[in-house]
């Protein structure tokens, strides 16, 4: 099983400044089959990345995603108040499919 | 536009049988990967497995012992049954759905919570 550890677990900006969430893998993930979801408290996980780099329909271009085989990030550029979430990680090339422990982004 | 919702009893004792179904709108349920995953209190999401038609299921192994996941074309739904429930299974249950194997989760339920308690 792939194990992703998010680091850090909280990381506490400002609206407007340039956020950097990390997802490591504990073996490397085939084909950049990752993705990144954004959950607010009391809903569902919605997909943001996947592919490691592919925004999903609808995201804004200030989200990125990038890397490859063990060392996944993701950018949020400039921070906007609805960008203060819960991300997770999340590999699906390897089965079981497992899900990092979460970057909580909150406002400082 | 896809919907999915989850729906199921709320509360169990220790060693029941959990059993959801996810009720599927805006697509057919004979294509796509019908996803079941679940996320503790305070914690990450598990993925516990998925359906594919009536062709293919794949569980994760740390609960295959205990799962069964069924699909009802006709009614255009899928389910979940976990056998033996414990404190430890208590979470909110999603559906989701994926385009295919090895693929992402594009598609969620709001989810519901299943607590396990005496």
């Known amino acids: 099983e792939i194990v992703l550890t998010q680091s850090p677990a909280t990381l506490s900006l400002s609206p407007g400044e340039r956020a950097t969430l990390s997802c490591g893998a504990s073996q490397s993930v085939p084909s950049r089959y990752l993705a990144w979801y954004q959950q607010k408290p009391g809903l569902a996980p919605r997909l943001f990345i996947y592919?490691?780099?592919t925004r999903a329909t609808g995201i804004p271009d200030r989200f990125s995603g990038s890397g490859s085989g063990t060392d996944f990030t993701l950018t949020i550029s400039r921070l906007e108040p609805e960008d203060f979430a819960v991300y997770y990680c999340q590999q699906y090339g390897s089965s079981p499919y497992s899900f990092g422990q979460g970057t909580k982004l909150e406002i400082k | 536009q896809v919907q999915l919702q989850e729906s199921g009893p709320g509360l169990l004792k220790p060693s029941e049988t959990l059993s959801l179904t996810c009720t599927v709108s805006g697509v057919s349920t004979s294509t796509y990967y019908w996803n079941w995953i679940r996320q503790p209190p305070g914690k990450g999401p598990e993925w516990i497995g998925y359906i594919y038609y009536s062709v293919s299921t794949r569980y994760n192994p740390s609960l295959k012992s205990r799962v069964t996941i069924s699909i009802d074309t006709s009614k255009n739904q899928f389910s979940l049954r976990l056998r033996s429930v414990t404190a430890a299974d208590t979470a909110v249950y999603y559906c989701?759905?994926?385009?295919?194997?090895?693929?992402?989760?594009?598609?969620w339920g709001p989810g519901t919570l299943v607590t396990v308690s005496s």
């Open positions: 592919d490691a780099s």
């Open positions: 989701a759905r994926a385009g295919g194997y090895n693929y992402h989760f594009d598609s």
